[in-house]
Nanobody, 124 residues
Framework: QVQLVESGGGLVQAGGSLRLSCVASGRTFSRNAMGWFRQAPGKGREFVGFITSSSSSTYYADSVKGRFTISRDNAKKTVYMQLNSLKPEDTAVYYC?????????????????WGQGTQVTVSS
């Protein structure tokens, strides 16, 4: 079983930056691929990016490519997402998720564990 707790969200002006963190419990973190998703008000959950268990590969949605960066520290059981050049359309609740696989996926159903989410609000 894996429990995930996100933090780092907040209110920021357009063009600003935030760093989200997701701390995992459980013994399998180093074998879990980790994903980030977001959900804006009135919209469905949207894939943002993932990182493989070994950090050998990351993959991002086109909407955030070049602005967001995912990394992980397996010793700290933590995955990070650096959000730069934020836009008002990035406003959403951001969720981290873990897979019982080392390979990432852009499909939310592929993930087995979810955090409670952290709110990111970008003002114009």
């Amino acid at each position: 079983q894996v429990q995930l707790v996100e933090s780092g969200g907040g209110l920021v002006q357009a063009g600003g930056s935030l760093r989200l963190s997701c701390v995992a419990s459980g013994r399998t973190f180093s074998r879990n691929a980790m994903g980030w998703f977001r959900q804006a008000p009135g919209k469905g959950r949207e894939f943002v990016g993932f990182i493989t268990s070994s950090s050998s590969s990351t993959y991002y949605a086109d909407s955030v490519k070049g602005r967001f960066t995912i990394s992980r520290d397996n010793a700290k059981k933590t995955v990070y997402m650096q959000l730069n050049s934020l836009k008002p359309e990035d406003t959403a609740v951001y969720y981290c998720a873990a897979r019982d696989s080392g390979y990432g996926s852009s499909i939310s159903l592929a993930y087995d564990y979810w955090g409670q989410g952290t709110q990111v609000t970008v003002s114009s």
